[in-house]
């Protein structure tokens, strides 16, 4: 077969595109000096290895004859992996959000030779269609505007970069500067959620409908910080049950994989019900800690079941194990969407894998076991995507799994007990998994990225000790352990983060996403008593993350080092959207470094970065609530637990029972680490020698209350 430059490639999405006709070139020098020679227009496409419509569009054009033909003789065509090179994908997307008002991927933008933007858009069809103009189209239009009139899209990038660029030097005005973001804008924050509400099926959107696990971060400790009190009024009580309504929702409905555990990307209805399949790695993330927290929460309210939250969080966290993890202890990146179809195996469908006819699941389990299966999880003779879920009929006659009636509900309606039906439940989708399980799989991402990568450490350190162990193979704590032993081994090299590994390191040096979430994730791997030795890495790199990324006159971090001379732009990212913002994840952190070490210069420099948005903070309150669970952080009363003793483990169990969002954890275990910390922090070396004993201190501002012997009287101590 024909190959073109991206067979040289390790990007799983690059090499998709290796034998089309199109003469693609990856980014780099060698496509831009082409472009400056020929003095050709650049075709700049941006995607991953798991967008639906990236494949869509590569089947209609990026494999058709004619169209390579145009794109070759005209133009010097780019391919980027923006999960590779997210920078890239950042700054021409800001670009076509600012001149469309929207955006996504595939991600098409037209380029002069100097790499300044001048028209793009998302997807293109390949002829004129749906009110869309198709890409020949395009193509024509800009080939000829650039040999007749150049210098108008010459002077148009520069426009274009010179407006960007403006609007991203803003630096925060005087008044600006002398206003610190209150408790009031997170309040104001939390009602503008509740204005978005979905009362009856949850989140905060008509459709399609997105998890944001940020948002539901920000209810959780809203209610945590006002408690209960009629004195705070309605608000506090009504974010608890928004965010545990809609994590309940989430987890019936058709985005949550109830045979194989784990999320899909999002519900293209209101209800939850049809997903788009794809399966990404840092969703299983973010969600998984959404249902911990949902689960801490739940325990203090009767309206709630805790167990079904810690029982979905268990179910992302065993996906991940079995069908993310690598060998060597990283986590791949994300399953596809389309999988071969039965009928047609030589043709790909969304949802082809996960999707069952009513008959398959009447051939593989008994009359009885079918029945019951079939009216718990919503499964009817013709399918059950309703019309305006499927508007392209590609899920017709087929089942997507809900879970429309549980155990105690079957249980009023077919007699019997609950715990027959929750066996036969059990049963039937062991038996189902097992079947599917032999069908042609979704292709798997198996690139390995730092900055998610540190999240998933987050999310099983923090199961570590809330839920009940893995029914098989290592342990919460030691999963986290081992990925970040991968990272730190294959992507830390000559003190800075690499992000991308595939196959041996990649190339590209980390950005500040990389820093802040893994820094995020061994902050919280050390708090699950991971070792010493990951609370000295979150050091090391979050110095190395001031240097490269900080921004020491108006706070807050660059996206980039600004040593990329092919980037126009640096830009400081404010949005938590699918992922949180850099500068969001960093807030936190540099504010839990200097709670656990007494480090001034930390807790300012977190400061500083709440006071970079607090333009944005005020007047847009709904675009970072990431941002607000570190000003939740900040107003806190400082609060440190301390653990003397070699077994600590009863003591972190009691302290993951219930939400506690505003507390650090350390450990004075008298070894090594005891000593490194004793090195920065006075009172863990006064502690006298536990000997035989675990003991607990309650600090607050590093002033300790007398030590608790055993967990009991912790719990106590906790809870008054």
Request: hydrophobic share 40%.
């Amino acid at each position: 077969m024909k190959t073109n430059r991206l067979a040289r490639e390790k990007s799983p999405y690059l090499l998709q595109h290796q034998h089309n006709p199109v003469d693609w070139f990856p980014w780099g020098e060698e496509a831009f000096a082409r472009a400056r020679a020929e003095k050709k227009p650049i075709f700049l496409s941006i995607g991953y290895s798991t967008c639906h419509w990236c494949h869509v569009m590569e089947r209609e054009s990026f494999e058709n004859e004619a169209i390579a033909a145009q794109l070759n003789a005209d133009f010097v065509s780019i391919k980027v992996d923006r999960e590779e090179r997210p920078d890239v994908d950042r700054l021409y997307m800001t670009f076509i959000q600012a001149t469309t008002g929207s955006g996504g991927w595939p991600l098409n933008v037209f380029l002069t030779p100097e790499l300044k933007p001048f028209f793009g858009g998302t997807y293109f069809p390949p002829e004129n269609r749906w009110g869309r103009a198709g890409l020949p189209s395009v193509l024509s239009q800009i080939a000829q505007a650039w040999r007749e009139t150049p210098e108008r899209l010459l002077a148009h990038g520069t426009q274009v970069v010179g407006a960007l660029a403006e609007s991203a030097a803003q630096a925060p005005d005087e008044e600006g500067d002398k206003t610190f973001p209150s408790r009031d804008w997170m309040e104001t924050a939390v009602a503008r959620l509740a204005r978005q509400y979905d009362e009856e099926w949850g989140g905060f959107s008509d459709a399609p409908k997105f998890p944001r696990p940020s948002a539901l971060y920000l209810l959780l400790r809203h209610q945590a910080a006002a408690g209960d009190s009629a004195a705070h009024g309605p608000l506090a009580h009504q974010a608890r049950s928004m965010a545990l309504h809609t994590l309940e929702a989430m987890a019936r409905g058709g985005m949550y994989d109830h045979l194989g555990g784990g999320f899909h990307r999002y519900s293209v209805d209101r209800y939850w019900h049809v997903p788009h399949f794809e399966k990404m790695l840092y969703d299983q993330a973010l969600l998984a800690v959404a249902y911990l927290e949902g689960c801490q929460c739940a325990a203090a309210s009767p309206d709630h079941a805790a167990s079904a939250l810690a029982e979905t969080a268990r179910g992302i966290l065993d996906y991940v194990a079995r069908d993310l993890s690598a060998p060597e202890g990283g986590f791949y990146s994300a399953e596809d969407a389309d999988s071969p179809l039965p009928e047609t195996p030589e043709e790909k469908g969304e949802g082809a894998f996960y999707t069952w006819r009513a008959e398959e699941i009447d051939a593989a389990l008994s009359p009885g076991a079918a029945s019951l299966f079939r009216l718990a999880y919503g499964v009817e003779a013709e399918g059950n995507a309703p019309a305006e879920s499927d508007p392209h009929g590609e899920l017709r006659g087929k089942n997507t799994l809900i879970l429309r009636h549980d155990a105690e509900e079957l249980t009023r309606r077919t007699g019997g007990s609950p715990e027959t039906v929750r066996d036969s439940l059990a049963a039937s989708r062991a038996r189902l998994f097992a079947l599917r399980s032999e069908r042609p799989r979704p292709h798997l991402d198996d690139k390995i990225i730092t900055a998610w990568n540190g999240l998933m450490i987050s999310a099983y350190a923090r199961a570590a000790h809330r839920l009940p162990p893995p029914a098989e193979g290592p342990s919460d704590l030691e999963r986290a352990r081992k990925a970040a032993a991968f990272l730190r081994a294959h992507l830390w090299r000559d003190g800075q983060l690499y992000r991308i590994y595939r196959e041996g390191t990649g190339p590209i040096r980390g950005l500040a996403d990389d820093y802040a979430f893994l820094i995020a994730g061994l902050l919280d791997l050390y708090e699950a008593g991971g070792g010493i030795e990951w609370l000295q890495w979150a050091v090391e790199l979050q110095e190395t993350m001031d240097t490269l990324f900080g921004d020491p006159v108006h706070g807050g971090y660059f996206s980039t080092t600004g040593k990329d001379p092919s980037l126009f732009l640096r830009v400081k990212e404010d949005y938590d959207g699918a992922e949180p913002s850099p500068n969001s994840v960093a807030a936190l952190n540099t504010l839990r470094l200097g709670a656990m070490l007494d480090q001034p210069a930390w807790r300012e420099r977190g400061e500083a970065t709440l006071r970079a948005f607090s333009r944005q903070l005020q007047q847009q309150p709904g675009a970072m609530p990431q941002m607000f669970t570190a000003l939740d952080f900040l107003l806190a009363p400082p609060v440190q637990i301390v653990l003397s003793g070699s077994n600590p483990g009863p003591y972190l169990r009691i302290i993951r029972e219930r939400f506690r969002p505003n507390q650090v954890i350390l450990f004075a275990d008298q070894a090594e680490g005891s000593r490194w910390l004793g090195e920065r922090l006075d009172f863990i070396r006064a502690l006298p020698d536990p000997g035989e004993k675990t003991l607990a201190y309650r600090c607050e501002a590093f002033a300790c209350r007398q030590p608790e012997e055993t967990p009991e009287a912790f719990r106590r101590s906790l809870e008054s």
